[in-house]
């Protein structure tokens, strides 16, 4: 039902409802779920709403058993209009405590992050809230034009709308009076439209809206004036056209008209002896009172047959045409429904063979490509198992050697277990042998040297050895410390060449690629996004391509995290607008100033003036990034307002340039019919700075080329309304 709701338009909205009526809704709970999915997508795209009303009215009739009451039935169409009038009547309520709990929390929040943070999501909720109102509203109007809601409702809906009078309501009924003003405000229900209006005039005089609000209310009163005078000259035109007619009717036919006619009564004998009676003198005067009365009484009698049988005629005559109209049509209705059914088999049949023979065949090349990476896998991880067996094996050997190594009183009987030094140890311990004849005898002098001899032959096999057995464990430790530090750099590295190359023709497989990476903590979320903001920085031509690089990767998170890629990345352009080069600028100058060598001087202005160029070229690549962001709904107004606020009150040159950057790229998209008055204090403030003359001639000209295209699209856009 969803796909269906996706693509459903004019041109396969039979075909589509054929769909929908295939489907099992037998229960309340699927009907339920039924009419949540339509409601919810009525609501997302209003554009489309006379769509949705159609099919809810071609399943108006639809009824399930209800699960409480067995043996009752509840149809489609009660189950929807309860959810519409249940959503109108408590979204204003429920919106109003949401927003006042949401204003106390910003209100009792001290710090400034938290309190942005907060503010966001004030901002947000009023515009969903809006959105769905005003989704709602537009639905219900065009139920009401398919006659699912009558008269009634919508005059309580008005009602309620006059009665709340806040922005979000006095624009819900100005769509209201756009899309079904002229019928309501028929001869019978006029008198309480004009009370209607008479309210909103009052609203409109009072002036306690905002201005794109009254704007809205003041043209339904002119909608409404120009369709009256509309009304009333097409009445006058169809009056006079009615007199005129009758006027035609009433004259008679000249003398030269009737001179033929009257010829044969002074001819004819029989003819001579009948008596005239001239046009001009009415009839009455000249018929005798009971003839007149006789006449009178027949005229009126045949009058009388003549209308009842005419009357009779032209009913008989419409039942039958209606009748046969009906027939057939209900005749195309019935071959109508035949074609569908046979068209919708005949591609049910194809669809199903299709995809029955498609997903044969892509499971049996899933098969063989998992086969295939398995059977790799496994070898490779069992030759990988085989060398880490081993490297263990001869570790926990050497750590057991290492620890016997105190304890052992002899030196022979230890070494023999070492087969690195078996061959050097027989020779020693032959000399030991024959020295051990002589033992006694000898002379401690000669007890030295043969010490000496057996620690020159041993040492340099126990020694090395240990250290070589005792370094290997330790670069073995090393290297799985910074195993993990290498596959991040790796990513780093990999997410760095993506950004490089990345281009809109291959911006759908590069970002495959991204997906695949794993991200799985703040600090390798962290490093992305400052892999980003760094290519942003280095090329600013590319700012859109890595704008929709973060709008694929805005819902990205961390498990465990309450933060998530968005705000972080937020937080970065924050970071990177807000960054304060003064003190670092001043430091250049003082600098500069205290040094007496011409060449030094020259080399720290050269420095100073580098510093100011790069500071000036993050300002703008990071201005142009945060528009791009805007663009895509990652950045609300709120933010941007922010920044037009901060770039004027700085007021420097650097700040003036970024403030008309920001204005050239979605100048357009901020001056909406609510966002106006708050543009117009800013444009405001650019002429005053303008006219002070206090910046360079090259930003005076930017701040000019700002005002006149501002003043070109209010021109442009007043044209388009007249």
């Not at 087969?419 to 032959?430: K, Y």
Request: net charge negative; with cysteine; proline share 2%.
């Amino acid at each position: 039902m969803d796909n269906i709701l996706d693509r459903v338009n004019q041109n396969n909205f039979q075909q589509s409802m054929l769909a929908i009526t295939e489907f099992t809704i037998n229960t309340e709970a699927r009907l339920k779920g039924i009419i949540h999915l339509i409601y919810e997508r009525a609501l997302a795209h209003p554009t489309r709403s006379v769509t949705y009303a159609n099919i809810c009215r071609c399943l108006m009739g639809l009824r399930v058993p209800t699960a409480a009451k067995p043996g009752v039935t509840v149809n489609f169409r009660t189950l929807f209009l309860n959810r519409v009038q249940a959503n109108f009547e408590n979204m204003a309520r429920n919106s109003c405590e949401i927003f006042r709990q949401k204003q106390e929390m910003v209100d009792a929040i001290t710090k400034e992050e938290e309190r942005q943070r907060v503010w966001e999501e004030l901002e947000e909720a009023k515009t969903e809230e809006r959105r769905q109102s005003l989704g709602n509203i537009k639905l219900m109007c065009e139920l009401f034009k398919l006659k699912m809601l009558t008269e009634h409702v919508m005059h309580d809906v008005i009602v309620q709308l006059l009665k709340n009078q806040d922005d979000n309501s006095l624009e819900g009924l100005c769509t209201l009076l756009y899309t079904i003003g002229k019928d309501l405000d028929f001869k019978k229900a006029r008198p309480r439209m004009d009370q209607y209006y008479n309210m909103i005039v009052k609203i409109v005089k009072n002036r306690t809206t905002s201005p794109r609000i009254t704007s809205m209310l003041q043209d339904v009163l002119d909608l409404r004036k120009k369709e009256t005078a509309q009304l009333g000259e097409l009445v006058e035109k169809m009056e006079k056209t009615g007199l005129q007619a009758d006027n035609d009717a009433e004259k008679h036919t000249g003398p030269g008209d009737t001179e033929p006619v009257l010829r044969p009564h002074y001819k004819s004998l029989a003819m001579k002896n009948q008596k005239l009676i001239s046009t001009s003198i009415p009839l009455q005067e000249n018929t005798c009172a009971h003839h007149d009365d006789k006449l009178k009484a027949e005229d009126s009698a045949a009058a009388w047959g003549a209308t009842k049988k005419k009357k009779v005629n032209v009913q008989l005559k419409t039942c039958q045409q209606i009748i046969q109209e009906r027939e057939e049509e209900l005749q195309k209705l019935r071959q109508e429904v035949e074609s569908l059914k046979c068209l919708s088999q005949a591609t049910i049949e194809d669809s199903e063979r299709f995809f029955t023979k498609l997903i044969e065949t892509r499971c049996s090349e899933v098969r063989a490509v998992i086969q295939a990476k398995e059977k790799e896998m496994v070898s490779e991880a069992e030759g990988l198992l085989q060398t880490l067996e081993q490297e263990l094996d001869e570790l926990k050997r050497t750590e057991t050697e290492g620890r016997q190594l105190p304890h052992i009183d002899v030196y022979p009987h230890f070494l023999q277990k070492l087969p690195s030094i078996t061959e050097a140890f027989d020779e020693v311990r032959t000399c030991a042998s024959e020295m051990q004849q002589q033992f006694e005898d000898s002379s401690k002098l000669q007890f030295v040297e043969f010490s000496k001899s057996v620690e020159e032959s041993l040492g340099p096999y126990t020694i090395s050895s240990l250290s070589t057995s005792r370094q290997a464990v330790e670069e073995k430790d090393l290297d799985l410390v910074e195993l993990e530090t290498v596959k991040t750099e790796e990513m780093y590295e990999q997410m760095d060449n993506i950004l490089t190359s990345l281009t809109p023709k291959n911006f759908h497989q590069s970002m495959k690629v991204v997906s695949a990476f794993t991200i799985d903590t703040e600090d390798k979320l962290q490093g992305i996004i400052d892999s980003i903001y760094e290519r942003v920085i280095l090329n600013p031509t590319s700012a859109e391509v890595y704008a929709k690089v973060c709008n694929q990767l805005k819902g990205l998170k961390i498990p465990g995290v309450t933060v998530n890629f968005r705000k972080l990345l937020l937080n970065q352009c924050q970071k990177g607008f807000e960054k304060d080069n003064r003190k670092i600028l001043k430091e250049k100058q003082r600098e500069l100033d205290t040094t007496t060598e011409e060449e030094d001087r020259q080399r720290l202005r050269e420095e100073l003036e580098e510093a100011k160029a790069e500071g000036q070229r993050e300002l703008l690549c990071n201005i142009t990034f945060i528009c791009h962001l805007f663009k895509l709904k990652m950045m609300t107004e709120g933010l941007i307002d922010y920044c037009i606020v901060k770039l004027i009150k700085d007021g420097d040159d650097d700040s003036l340039e970024g403030l008309c950057t920001i204005l050239f790229t979605i100048g357009k998209d901020l001056d909406s019919e609510k966002n106006q008055p708050r543009m117009d204090e800013h444009y405001t403030q650019i002429n005053l700075i303008q006219e002070r003359r206090r910046t360079s001639p090259r930003i005076r000209y930017m701040l000019q080329d700002v005002l006149d295209r501002r003043t070109l699209h209010l021109y442009k856009g007043q044209k388009e309304d007249h």
